[in-house]
């Protein structure tokens, strides 16, 4: 898992995979100070793979900052890979469904404890 120790949000990146589709399993601070890390991982993987599957499971802490490359990510998935955000904290959930472009993106079987697998 990638790790950003120096910084003040430490944020885990880790790029796994199930059922042959890439799952980006996301940890700790997912703030600010932390986006780049994770835009730059599912650029990577919007780029070569049709589906991408983002766990959100080992999130500690999000802001509306640290959600923006997700929610970028699946306004993007029109046109191009097939984003699914699972495994939402009940606290991120909330966060996102308040966003007006969020809701869409998210399924009610994607927050706290639904299987990787539909």
Same mark, same amino acid.
């Given at each position: 898992m990638a790790d950003?120790?120096?910084d003040p #949000? =430490? +944020? /885990?990146? %880790?790029? /796994?995979w199930e059922d042959g589709v =890439? $799952?980006?399993?996301? #940890? /700790? %601070? +997912? &703030? $600010?100070a932390s986006v780049e890390l994770l835009e *730059? *991982? !599912?650029?990577? !993987? %919007?780029? &070569? %793979?049709?589906?991408v599957v983002i766990d959100l499971r080992e999130v500690t802490f999000a802001d509306i900052a640290g959600l923006r490359p997700i929610l &970028? *990510?699946? #306004?993007?998935a029109i046109s191009h890979a097939m984003i699914r955000v699972v495994n939402l904290p #009940?606290?991120?959930a909330m966060l996102a469904r308040a966003l007006p472009d969020v809701e869409a993106a998210l399924r009610d079987d994607s927050v706290d404890d639904a299987p990787l697998s539909s």
């Open positions: 950003i120790s120096q #949000s =430490p +944020l /885990g990146v %880790e790029i /796994g =890439p $799952v980006l399993r996301v #940890s /700790g %601070e +997912l &703030d $600010v *730059a *991982a !599912l650029t990577s !993987l %919007e780029r &070569d %793979e049709p589906v &970028d *990510a699946t #306004s993007r #009940s606290s991120v």
